[in-house]
Nanobody, 120 residues
Framework: VQLQAYGGGLVQSGGSLRLSCAVS????????MGWYRQAPGKQRELVTS???????NYADSVKGRFTISRDNAKNTVYLQMNSLKPEDTAVYYC???????????????WGQGTQVTVSS
């Protein structure tokens, strides 16, 4: 079972990007999915998260600009980023807390990280 992130890239200030992250493998449930980011020289921070019930949470710095959503049928979470700013430049990581099918083991999964660069 693993997470695979897609998207990212270089965009001008004010532009948009969409990230996606899919859980592959046999899971019985995905209880939490989130996006974190880490800029050079800074600690990793939570950007946004979404529960299995669809409850969302956003960092103040991205409220009104970023939107998280999930497709439970595809075990995928999306991050739509609009009105991007240079300070959004970072490596973005997806995170999912899943229950493995059959074994019922809880696992905390991380994607490989994808670079988002916003030029001024």
């Amino acid at each position: 079972v693993q997470l695979q992130a897609y998207g990212g890239g270089l965009v001008q200030s004010g532009g948009s990007l969409r990230l996606s992250c899919a859980v592959s493998g046999s899971v019985s449930s995905i209880n939490y999915m989130g996006w974190y980011r880490q800029a050079p020289g800074k600690q990793r921070e939570l950007v946004t998260s979404i529960s299995s019930a669809g409850t969302t949470n956003y960092a103040d710095s991205v409220k009104g600009r970023f939107t998280i959503s999930r497709d439970n049928a595809k075990n995928t979470v999306y991050l739509q980023m609009n009105s991007l700013k240079p300070e959004d430049t970072a490596v973005y990581y997806c995170n999912a807390r899943v229950v493995i099918r059959v074994s019922h083991v809880n696992r905390d999964l991380w994607g490989q990280g994808t670079q988002v660069t916003v030029s001024s």
